[in-house]
């Protein structure tokens, strides 16, 4: 390519001349092409530790004057035919004119103007891609797709120097991290390392220090461990590596893709070296960290952050930390943990305004939003830039206030005089109604547990008083520190949580610290308009949903009644139709059924999507991904924690049982209700730190019981009674019966441990979890889990498919990685494919990963046992096509191997019957061939079902009758089994196939001598294919005569077979054929012709008979079979395949058909005019092959599949897959 002339001062250097004019020369690269010596070696390992551009472009132009030492490079090339072009173009163009020029200083000149002229016009022509990337980076990615063959679509992400270590020697050379690639490539005195890893492989990526490496990343996946060091920067480079791993386990989760988020400001300055894509990664990390913390909506995105000081009114003073400022929202959290956080929503904001700076408040800001609150920032460094950006975002805040924004946390509800429900105990409600269903059951619109509260002496009791204090506590808090959503929340909110929230304010408070509250202001109606839309639609998930209603909380009395069913039923089911994905999963039930105690319905169903999609991510999907994940956290917590505990517990696998059920439910399901919704209070507050926290308590004060425990149930048993036993004795509600309790208990009166004691503990002892290491050890557990996944994936559709192929487990496991890996290129490389877009997670293993026929077509290339040169791709379409039976242009993993192994295993008979039913419909396409119209009535598709309609309607008239007879029912059971029996997949008999055309045939031919080129035995094969092929045409001249006797003796043979129903009823394909619309010969006739006990001796004379044209060799090639071997070599399925391999050949020569065939033949020469009349069945195909031993030791050889396998993998370097096999891509 044409280069923006630079200057080059020692033009020499490490390279050799090749051309020369007196205004230019063409040099190559010293190493580069043949020889070399050690100076190429040098100079080629130069290149790669330096990482020159010489890598990628090895030759170059520059330009130089005869007086001047100084010299400019204008062009470079990859290879010497791009070189040559440029070098042509320059003394067609500008050697005549440079001449005339007197001065070198405007030679120079002029040819700097002229190429500067040239790449500006293709720069002009060329569409804008990437023009973010600088050109350094571009440089790279080149030199990344050259030497590893990414295609185009395959972006380089970020690169880096380092070493691998191989052995004990370390390869210094790039790390290439694309969005779907690990690559190294290495180049060192001649010894060459390329590494290429697809991320959605790697099961572990550790940073860690050892003895016998230095500070280093250790990449793990199913077969191999790489060791990467000495990095510039190893934290941004493991932090860059952890992301795309992940991304790569979300595409194997849910089949979501990598895009760029083209929402992201684009940076002010230009970043030097780094891509479009690195930018777009590192705002996606800060974007999840920034929601995360603050708990914000999905869609929220960070504009930017600032440090500054937070003066707080309560303590008076300025606390440093960081002002975050998004589309929606400013917050800030303080440098020391916990003693300050604050989200003030946009929506909320009246005034933003500067304030005068002083010494003591540099650069202040002002903030004051409708709940008459003002928050001081000052130490702001650029406070004109941030004040703009917020004026920005309130003008792009929608003006109108969204439903419920400006509602005071003190609600007052009274319900109409009509309602039943009016004469509730309490009158004013935490909430507001919500009208929908209208006229159906009355809606939830409050919080259940004040319409069904009992009347309970508690509340005038020590506990309504200490209730009441607890209640008073908070609004105090209230008053100092806010309400609502623009709250300060310090440790002091912190610890009025542990105390457990009063009722009133429970469901006020789960809505502000979940940040469902910002979801629901926002979407006004959302909830509304889903419950309307899902009202009377059925589908897997509300027939869960119904199976389940009942069994959410039957013990309280709000479900014992349709009114909190009912609001469950909603809530469960608008959940389900907002995300298909989850749909519906066990546990959810009996967690949206304690919400909607303290909510009405719309806030349940909020705080239901922010467990769901935020605070517990994947939890409640169909193979609860995420509760597995923070299970192995769980696990990897008690080996820190409690390590003499953790291997009684590994020994006895009681994590994994317990764990789920406390994670999936947070405890509700498995401790008493009155205890479980405290720990559901500091889980709103805190997260999923606060239920592992809880969790190791737990089990910390079971130690020494768990220790003595001899198996799992017993230490069940003492956890399950320990947590019935967790009582909460503040509890103002009378106590609902837990059923677990009345499974555990045990003859000792049971110890009781308070709720607030097992809390108080908990933070004294495991307090210092922290979110950021929960966060870095979930991505650490979902590598492992989600592989765990796909391994069992694995194992279930190869014992699925193993027992009806030919292939081994281990064989069958090496195609579903192939398989699943060409499926995965579609995700990554074909962006229009409908196989990418069409995995269903829903769907049985076995289905999921489906290829189109493009992608089937590259793997029958590559693992075909026999060659067909340029043929082949045509034959892989053939045969996608006949494995593709219903149509949708996808075929499953199952169809793939099943295909395969009818080119690997089975006799000769059934590989033959594949490349037969490869050459007719619907393999043969019309495009294929002229006649395939006509070829179409060979392949009669419905035949069975005319059969199984006239046999029910032979049925009908049957019963009718035995009815008017009055005969005894069990005269019918002959004809259901019959039915029965006839609807059946009966086994394809040789006698099923259609007869092939003349066309056909042809089209056969070409297919053997392709498939025949370049073998050892090369020019015996053709011979025997060319006897064979002269011997059918001539059969089949011999048939067509037949065919065409005289109209009488066809209606005879049809008198014949109508009168003997048991043969037509076992032989329908003799129907078929008389009723074919071509002509052929009845199939009855053919078998009485053909003697039973004939001998493979007589084989050749009779050949020799078909040769001259005798007429009663029609018939001879069955001769070949008795009626038994006939019925043996019937096992082929209708899947069957033919294969093919890479070689080239010639296509069939007009000469080489014909041998010894009859002039006056009407189809004699291929290319010559089709003969319509002319057939041959497959038997008489089958019996001349067998009489040619160099065809039948063809077909009936072995190929081992893993050596294709590991070959293709040596071919196609992007491609390598980690299974359990040695790394093929390796090399060096």
Request: aromatic share 10%.
């Amino acid at each position: 390519m044409w280069l923006g002339p630079e200057e080059v001062l020692l033009a020499g250097a490490l390279w050799v001349t090749e051309r020369a004019n007196p205004f230019f020369l063409l040099q190559r690269r010293r190493g580069h092409g043949k020889g070399g010596g050690l100076s190429g070696l040098l100079v080629g390992t130069l290149d790669v530790v330096l990482d020159s551009s010489a890598r990628v472009a090895p030759y170059r132009i520059l330009h130089q004057t005869q007086d001047s030492q100084v010299y400019w490079a204008v062009a470079c090339g990859s290879s010497r035919k791009e070189i040559t072009k440029h070098w042509e173009w320059l003394e067609n163009n500008l050697l005549q004119t440079l001449s005339i020029f007197d001065n070198e200083e405007d030679i120079t000149t002029f040819v700097k103007g002229k190429i500067h002229g040239i790449i500006a016009e293709e720069n002009k022509n060329q569409q804008p891609q990437s023009e973010e990337d600088p050109g350094k980076f571009k440089e790279a990615e080149l030199k990344m797709r050259k030497q590893f063959g990414m295609p185009e679509v395959e972006k380089l992400v970020n690169y880096y120097s380092c070493s691998y270590w191989k052995g004990r020697v370390p390869r210094q050379g790039w790390l290439y991290l694309t969005v779907n690639h690990l690559c190294f490539y290495s180049f060192l005195l001649g010894k060459e390392v390329t590494l290429v890893i697809q991320w959605v492989d790697v099961t572990q990526l550790e940073k860690n220090a050892t003895l016998l490496f230095p500070e280093c990343i250790k990449v793990s996946t199913r077969d191999s461990e790489l060791y990467f060091s000495m990095f510039l920067n190893i934290n941004e480079t493991f932090k860059l590596m952890e992301q795309l791993a992940n991304i790569a386990m979300r595409q194997l989760l849910d089949n979501e893709s990598f895009l760029e988020d083209k929402s992201l400001p684009k940076p002010r300055k230009p970043l030097k070296n780094i891509s479009a894509l690195k930018r777009d990664l590192d705002a996606r990390a800060k974007n999840e960290c920034y929601r995360a913390t603050f708990r914000l909506p999905k869609d929220e995105c960070l504009d930017g952050h600032t440090d500054c000081t937070l003066w707080t009114p309560f303590n008076k003073m300025h606390i440093p930390g960081q002002m975050f400022v998004s589309n929606n929202y400013i917050c800030f959290a303080s440098k020391a943990e916990e003693a300050c956080h604050l989200i003030i929503p946009l929506r909320e904001v009246t005034i933003v305004e500067k304030a005068d700076s002083s010494s003591v408040l540099p650069s202040p800001l002002s903030i004051s939003t409708r709940s008459k609150m003002t928050f001081f920032f000052a130490n702001l460094r650029d406070r004109d830039f941030l004040v703009q950006r917020i004026s920005d975002f309130l003008q792009r805040t929608p003006s109108k206030k969204p439903c419920g924004s400006d509602r005071e946390w003190k609600w007052n509800f009274e319900l109409p005089s009509s309602s039943p429900l009016a004469l509730s105990p309490s009158s004013a409600l935490n909430s507001r109604p919500v009208n929908f269903c209208a006229g159906e059951v009355p809606t939830a619109s409050q919080g259940l547990l004040k319409l069904f509260r009992r009347n309970s002496e508690e509340l005038l009791g020590p506990k309504g008083a200490k209730e009441k204090m607890k209640e008073e506590s908070w609004n105090i808090h209230f008053f100092e520190y806010g309400r609502g959503m623009c709250m300060y929340r310090t440790a002091k909110t912190r610890e009025l949580v542990q105390k457990g929230i009063p009722e009133n304010l429970r469901g006020e408070l789960w809505l502000l610290f979940s940040g469902a509250w910002n979801e629901m202001v926002t979407h006004p109606g959302y909830y509304a308009d889903l419950v309307e839309k899902s009202m009377g639609k059925y589908n897997l998930a509300t027939e869960e949903i119904e199976r389940d209603l009942h069994r959410s909380m039957p013990e309280h009395p709000a479900f014992q009644n349709e009114l909190g069913i009912a609001a469950l039923r909603r809530v469960l089911t608008a959940y389900a139709f907002r995300n298909p994905t989850i749909g519906y999963c066990q546990a959810m039930n009996i967690v949206t059924s304690v919400l909607l105690l303290y909510c009405n319905e719309e806030e349940a169903f909020w705080l239901l999507v922010a467990l769901c999609e935020r605070m517990l991510p994947d939890y409640y999907n169909t193979r609860v991904v995420g509760a597995l994940v923070d299970q192995g956290i769980f696990e990897e917590l008690t080996r820190e924690h409690l390590p003499q505990l953790s291997e009684k517990m590994q020994d006895l696998g009681v994590i994994s049982t317990i764990s789920l059920s406390w994670f999936l439910t947070l405890f509700l399901s498995v401790m008493p209700f009155e205890s479980a919704v405290v720990i559901v209070d500091c889980f709103f507050y805190e997260g999923i730190k606060f239920i592992l926290q809880v969790s190791l308590a737990i089990l910390d004060a079971n130690m020494e019981k768990l220790l003595q425990c001899c198996d799992e149930g017993e230490a069940m048993t003492i956890l399950g009674r320990y947590l019935d036993n967790v009582v909460n004795k503040q509890s103002v509600s009378p106590p609902i019966p837990h059923l677990h309790a009345l499974l555990t208990s045990g003859d000792d009166p049971p110890l009781e441990i308070d709720i607030f004691e097992l809390i108080k503990t908990s933070y004294e002892k495991f307090s210092n979890l922290k979110a950021d290491d929960i966060e870095q050890m979930r991505f650490k557990q979902r590598l492992k889990v989600i592989q765990s996944l796909e391994d069992t994936a694995k194992k279930s559709v190869v014992r699925a498919v193993s027992s009806d192929i030919g292939f081994s487990m281990e064989e069958l496991e090496e195609l579903y990685v192939v398989f699943k890996a060409k499926y995965l290129m579609s995700c990554y490389w074909g962006n229009n494919r409908a196989a990418a877009a069409r995995r269903d997670q829903s769907l049985p293993y076995l289905e999921q990963y489906r290829i189109d026929m493009e992608q089937f077509k590259d793997l029958f290339i590559s693992l075909t046992p026999w060659s067909c040169g340029t043929h082949t791709p045509v034959l892989g379409g053939r045969m996608f096509r006949l494995l593709d039976e219903n149509r949708d242009s996808l075929i499953n993993f199952k169809e793939f191997v099943t295909g395969m192994s009818g080119m690997y295993h089975g006799d000769l008979t059934e590989k033959l019957k594949v490349l037969y039913k490869l050459h007719l419909p619907p393999a043969l396409s019309p495009e294929e061939t002229e006649s395939a119209l006509e070829a179409t009535s060979y392949f009669t598709e419905d035949v069975t079902t005319e059969g199984n309609t006239a046999l029910a309607l032979d049925f009908c008239l049957h019963c009718e009758s035995q009815e008017e007879k009055g005969t005894s029912p069990q005269d019918y059971r002959y004809y259901l089994r019959m039915w029965a029996k006839e609807k059946e997949s009966r086994k394809e008999t040789i006698k099923d196939l259609p007869k092939m055309s003349q066309e056909q045939f042809i089209e056969l031919c070409k297919t053997l001598y392709n498939m025949f080129s370049e073998d050892p035995v090369e020019q015996e094969l053709y011979h025997a294919i060319a006897t064979v092929a002269s011997l059918l045409l001539r059969i089949g001249e011999v048939g067509k005569k037949f065919s065409n006797r005289p109209v009488k003796k066809s209606e005879e043979n049809k008198t014949h077979n109508s009168q003997d129903p048991v043969s037509e009823e076992e032989s329908p394909t003799s129907e078929q054929s008389q009723n074919s619309a071509v002509e052929q010969q009845p199939q009855a006739d053919c078998e009485d012709k053909t003697p039973g006990d004939a001998q493979p001796g007589k084989t050749q004379q009779e050949n020799q008979t078909l040769g001259d044209g005798a007429g009663e060799g029609q018939g001879s090639p069955l001769q070949l079979l008795s009626d038994d071997e006939t019925k043996d070599d019937m096992s082929m399925s209708s899947y069957s395949m033919v294969s093919t391999g890479s070689l080239q050949c010639e296509d069939i020569a007009d000469d080489t058909v014909l041998v010894g065939c009859e002039g006056g033949g009407s189809a004699a020469r291929y290319g010559s005019t089709i003969d319509t009349d002319w057939s041959i069945s497959f038997e008489q195909i089958l019996a001349s092959m067998l009489t040619e031993t160099a065809l039948v030791n063809y077909f009936e050889k072995k190929v081992d599949i893993l050596q294709k396998i590991k070959d293709q993998k040596r071919v196609e370097r992007q491609f390598s897959s980690s299974s359990d096999y040695e790394l093929s891509s390796v090399t060096g």
